[in-house]
């Protein structure tokens, strides 16, 4: 009796997962949803002598909700090449 219900279930359950991931190809597919689901807000940037300081929040809302906070410490510099070559 429950090898005949082997078959109609394993054909259901990967019939539905066909249908979702066809749904999500679609929605991807025509820019309804984005995988960039991360905001970046720059909180402030602290110029001092000799360095710069600039602190980034970031929050991300996927399956879980992950935050964090960034800060990037670089020298000060005055020529254009070497802030061209200041990279984060």
């Known amino acids: 009796m429950s090898r005949n219900l082997h078959k109609p279930l394993l054909l259901g359950v990967t019939g539905l997962a066909v ?24 909180g402030g940037t602290f110029t001092f002598s000799e360095a710069t300081l600039e602190v980034v929040y970031t929050n ?20 254009w090449f070497a802030m061209w070559l200041n990279r984060k």
């Open 19 to 42: 249908v979702l991931a066809a749904g999500y190809g679609f929605l991807r597919l025509t820019g309804l949803i984005s995988p960039d689901v991360c905001v970046s807000d720059r």
């Open 60 to 79: 991300c809302d996927t399956l879980a909700k992950d935050e964090a906070v960034r800060v990037y410490i670089s020298r000060t510099s005055r020529s």
